[in-house]
């Protein structure tokens, strides 16, 4: 194969060698993506609907969520077709995959970045939090957030499926990504997309900096609240964003800079998962977890669809 545009389609990586296991994985995928769907789809729903929720912390959240809720039908389609078909094969549209998980994943850790900066306002410097974070506030950085995914996506894209490749169309994983698609290019100018790499690497790693000095910020204006119970409830508006950062963050970066000596393919496919389908799951229920007003809007928001639907089954039965 001189070159990528003589390849026709790539060889994934298998989630299992029995057919046991791979019905398996079928049904847990199935289960991850529903829960996914509904977590995020109720919050979405009800940040939408709720006047009480049109806060920035809750309008980050709802983008936070929509980034979880189409990035999670990236990838997981795929792979439940290949467990249930036995096949392995992907063909053009591993550059759309590419380039919507890119695009996705990239947009939500810009997003918690932007998060993070609303908790730090709303507890650091409380008396400015109308003003640094007003309506035309929230929508320009969730806007930014969403173009840079975008454009950091478009070109990493373009560059990385633009090398020449001649080690085969195998990859090491179960889903396209641009690190195993590099593996298979056979001219120096791989280079120029690990360069781009790199410069996203630094980008990351600035955002990075940037969460870690604003929660020592936080906590130790926490630690300057006189009440126990300012301080608790300072502390519980940023324990699932903290624990959704350290679980993306966490895996993603012993995924790809794991030691080559613990490199393993379950222990590859495993990490894999953890960061690119078990957060969106996961992430609706550390959110609402303590979250007191969006609990209470979901369970109003299900009461209400609930009534209705017992409503119209009581009027279609009066009818016949």
Same mark, same amino acid.
């Given at each position: 194969m001189s070159n990528s545009s003589s390849i026709s389609q790539f060889l994934l990586l298998p989630l299992a060698d029995t057919r046991q296991l791979q019905l398996l994985h079928l049904w847990l995928f199935l289960g991850i993506s529903l829960a996914a769907l509904l977590g995020n789809g109720l919050i979405i729903s009800a940040v939408a609907c709720d006047h009480h929720l049109h806060t920035p912390m809750h309008f980050f959240l709802l983008n936070l969520s929509l980034t979880d809720l189409v990035s999670i039908c990236t990838i997981v389609p795929k792979a439940m077709h290949n467990s249930l078909w036995d096949t392995t094969t992907i063909s053009t549209a591993c550059a759309a995959q590419v380039y919507f998980l890119f695009f996705f994943i990239g947009t939500e850790f810009y997003l918690l970045t932007i998060m993070?900066?609303?908790?730090?306002?709303?507890?650091?410097?409380?008396?400015?939090?109308?003003?640094?974070?007003?309506? $035309?506030?929230?929508?320009?950085?969730?806007?930014?957030?969403?173009?840079?995914?975008f454009l950091n996506a478009l070109l990493h894209t373009a560059n990385t499926f633009s090398l020449p490749l001649c080690?085969?169309?195998?990859?090491?994983?179960?889903?396209?990504?641009?690190?195993?698609?590099?593996?298979?290019?056979?001219s120096h100018s791989y280079l120029k997309e690990l360069g781009f790499v790199v410069v996203g690497a630094f980008f990351v790693f600035g955002c990075f900096i940037?969460?870690?000095? %604003?929660?020592?910020?936080?906590?130790?204006?926490?630690? $300057?609240?006189?009440?126990?119970?300012g301080r608790h409830k300072?502390?519980?508006?940023?324990?699932?964003?903290?624990?959704?950062? %350290?679980?993306?963050? %966490?895996?993603?970066?012993?995924?790809?800079?794991?030691?080559?000596?613990?490199?393993?393919? %379950?222990?590859?496919?495993?990490?894999?998962?953890?960061?690119?389908?078990?957060?969106?799951?996961?992430?609706?229920?550390?959110?609402?977890?303590?979250?007191?007003?969006?609990?209470?809007?979901?369970?109003?928001?299900?009461t209400r669809c609930i009534f209705k639907v017992n409503t119209c089954l009581f009027s279609c039965a009066n009818h016949s």
């Open positions: 993070c900066y609303d908790r730090y306002v709303a507890i650091c410097k409380p008396l400015h939090y109308g003003t640094l974070l007003g309506s $035309r506030a929230c929508a320009h950085m969730a806007a930014a957030a969403w173009a840079v995914g080690q085969g169309n195998a990859l090491g994983q179960f889903f396209c990504e641009i690190p195993q698609i590099l593996k298979l290019s056979c940037f969460i870690v000095f %604003s929660y020592v910020q936080i906590f130790r204006a926490v630690l $300057r609240i006189p009440s126990e119970q300072a502390i519980s508006t940023c324990l699932p964003h903290l624990a959704v950062v %350290s679980l993306f963050i %966490s895996t993603a970066v012993f995924a790809h800079l794991k030691p080559p000596m613990i490199s393993s393919p %379950s222990l590859d496919l495993a990490l894999s998962v953890l960061y690119s389908v078990v957060p969106p799951a996961l992430n609706p229920f550390i959110y609402s977890l303590r979250n007191k007003e969006l609990k209470g809007a979901v369970r109003k928001m299900m």
